[in-house]
């Protein structure tokens, strides 16, 4: 990624906004943090039953 000190020196259009960071970014709301934790816990859900597909007796007959 690009710093704001090197930006410049690559771009073409000189007067065109420097590089920066978002620091105004909005904080998570409760909803998006609930969200994302259930969607964490399906995806472990679901990394646990593959794995267990694989190593279980019905897996190996799937080969």
Excluded at 12 to 26: C, F, G, M, P, Q
């Amino acid at each position: 990624m690009a710093n704001s000190n090197s930006f410049n020196e690559f771009t073409i259009v000189v007067n065109r906004e420097r590089y920066s960071e978002n620091l105004t970014a909005r904080k998570p709301s409760k909803k998006d943090i609930a969200l994302s934790r259930a969607r964490h816990r399906l995806e472990a859900l679901q990394d646990r039953r593959d794995i267990e597909r694989e190593y279980s007796v019905e897996g190996l007959f799937d080969e």
